[in-house]
């Protein structure tokens, strides 16, 4: 019975241990990484600047001034706290014996605090003068929805409307940006096709590039009247008396002869009175004093079309 208690009493000893040990692992795994954290921002980040023999003979032609451009490029928490390796004076020996004054220019900028030590690369890249041009900017081209239908109808014709705005003796094998491909797929999935399409045309490479921006403003097509070529004649009239109109139009289909006879040379016939000859005749027919003025307008229409003329007899006693 002794033993067993004993056993038992070892066992758990054992197990309270162990947990212990787990706790006390898991608290010195936690202390290690947020030591890892602290060190690793000692330094700040890596940081490069790119400049011309030019500009460094302009700006930055002593020690003194190298050592501002080199901490200038510091994160400014730890400015003053670290050393450079190389030196900014050996960089600068470095930069003065060189031939050719091109390259990286790189010091190894180091912080250290205890037992934590952390490094930046701060870095001055010499580089030729850029002469790249990609041209001034080219946004007053303007096109109506027909037009850009009509004569823009596929990505290479596209492509070909934006290389005709690139300024003149530009290199045309610049990028694009957006795409013509994804200009044409905003202007194809548009329900409203007018608006402003540009894109940032880039030419050069690496640190050395220029860009221009390139744009077609498209709008609405302009809403013009038919050209229209309907001409119904000139207006007309005659006089004639009553005795004439009972003598000789004394009836509708005389009166339609008459009406149509005072139309121009070479009207079409096809239009339309009003109104009609048969309401002239019985108005004529119907008035107590047949003198007057008999008027009907004829119309012609083609399609949004039309012209019109007014045709009068004048009865007279």
């Given at each position: 019975m002794k033993k067993l208690i004993l056993m038992a009493f070892l066992g758990a000893t054992m197990l309270s241990c162990s947990t212990e040990s787990l706790e006390l692992n898991d608290q010195q795994v936690e202390e290690v990484n947020a030591t890892t954290d602290a060190c690793s921002n000692l330094a700040g980040p890596d940081n490069s600047i790119d400049l011309t023999p030019a500009q460094i003979e302009a700006n930055y032609n002593s020690v003194s001034r190298l050592k501002i451009l080199y901490n200038n490029l510091l994160a400014k928490n730890v400015r003053g706290t670290g050393e450079f390796f190389p030196s900014i004076q050996d960089l600068a020996v470095r930069y003065v014996n060189s031939a050719d004054k091109f390259g990286a220019y790189t010091s190894t900028y180091t912080v250290s605090n205890g037992d934590c030590t952390d490094s930046a690369e701060i870095t001055v890249n010499v580089v030729p003068v850029c002469n790249i041009n990609a041209g001034s900017d080219n946004t007053s081209t303007v096109l109506t929805i027909s037009e850009v239908n009509n004569n823009y109808n596929s990505i290479s014709r596209l492509k070909v409307l934006y290389k005709s705005l690139v300024a003149s003796g530009v290199n045309?094998?610049?990028?694009?940006?957006?795409?013509?491909?994804?200009?044409?797929?905003?202007?194809?999935?548009?329900?409203?096709?007018?608006?402003?399409?540009?894109?940032?045309?880039?030419?050069?490479?690496?640190?050395?590039?220029?860009?221009?921006?390139?744009?077609?403003?498209?709008?609405?097509?302009?809403?013009?009247?038919?050209?229209?070529?309907?001409?119904?004649?000139?207006?007309?009239?005659?006089?004639?008396?009553?005795?004439?109109?009972?003598?000789?139009?004394?009836?509708?289909?005389?009166?339609?002869?008459?009406?149509?006879?005072?139309?121009?040379?070479?009207?079409?016939?096809?239009?339309?009175?009003?109104?009609?000859?048969?309401?002239?005749?019985?108005?004529?027919?119907?008035?107590?004093?047949?003198?007057?003025?008999?008027?009907?307008?004829?119309?012609?229409?083609?399609?949004?079309?039309?012209?019109?003329?007014?045709?009068?007899?004048?009865v007279t006693e």
């Open positions: 045309t094998d610049g990028t694009f940006n957006p795409t013509i491909e994804e200009i044409a797929a905003r202007y194809t999935n548009a329900q409203d096709k007018t608006g402003y399409y540009s894109t940032t045309y880039t030419v050069g490479s690496g640190n050395c590039t220029d860009s221009a921006e390139l744009a077609v403003t498209v709008v609405e097509d302009e809403v013009t009247d038919p050209v229209c070529t309907v001409n119904a004649g000139p207006d007309n009239s005659i006089n004639l008396t009553t005795s004439q109109i009972s003598s000789n139009y004394n009836s509708v289909s005389r009166l339609k002869v008459l009406y149509g006879k005072l139309l121009g040379n070479g009207v079409s016939r096809q239009g339309t009175w009003s109104p009609s000859i048969e309401e002239l005749a019985k108005r004529y027919v119907n008035a107590n004093d047949k003198t007057g003025i008999y008027t009907s307008t004829y119309t012609l229409t083609e399609g949004d079309c039309s012209d019109s003329a007014d045709i009068s007899i004048i």
